[in-house]
C-alpha cells in the first residue's frame, strides 16, 4: 500500500522555483508532523523543514528564506515551495511523516528528484 505519495521534481535552472507536494493516504491516520528532508549522493540525508499540525515550523540551516513549508491537515497533504532554487539544492527530497492515532508511527516517501541546472 502507498502511504506517502510525493509528486513535483524535476528539472529547474537556477534561480527558478519547484513546488513539492506530499499526500498521506486516508488509512494512514492523522499526521501530526510532515516534512522534508533531502540527500545527494555521499552525503547524509539532512532536514529541509517540517511542520507540525499546529504549524509550528522547524528548517535547516540552509534554507535562508528560500523554502517555505505549508500544509493542508484536513487532506493530509504537505507542500515545500521552493524558490531562488541553487545547483546545491540537487538532491532526493523524501517526504516524511509521523501519523496515527494514540502512536504516531514513522513513515517516508520514496523520494522525488530534484535537479538544479547552472
Known amino acids: 500500500q502507498v502511504q506517502l505519495v510525493e509528486s513535483g521534481g524535476g528539472l529547474v535552472q537556477a534561480g527558478g522555483s519547484l513546488r513539492l507536494s506530499c499526500a498521506a493516504s486516508g488509512g494512514i491516520g492523522r499526521c501530526n508532523v510532515m516534512g522534508w528532508y533531502r540527500q545527494s549522493p555521499g552525503k547524509q540525508r539532512e532536514l529541509v523543514a517540517t511542520i507540525t499540525s499546529g504549524g509550528s515550523t522547524t528548517k535547516g540551516d540552509f534554507v535562508k528564506g528560500r523554502f517555505t513549508i505549508s500544509r493542508d491537515s484536513a487532506k493530509n497533504t504537505v507542500y515545500l515551495q521552493m524558490n531562488s532554487l541553487k545547483p546545491e539544492d540537487t538532491a532526493v527530497y523524501y517526504c516524511?511523516?509521523?501519523?496515527?492515532?494514540?502512536?504516531?508511527?514513522?513513515?517516508w516517501g520514496q523520494g522525488t528528484q530534484v535537479t538544479v541546472s547552472s
Open positions: 516524511n511523516a509521523e501519523c496515527g492515532g494514540w502512536y504516531q508511527y514513522n513513515y
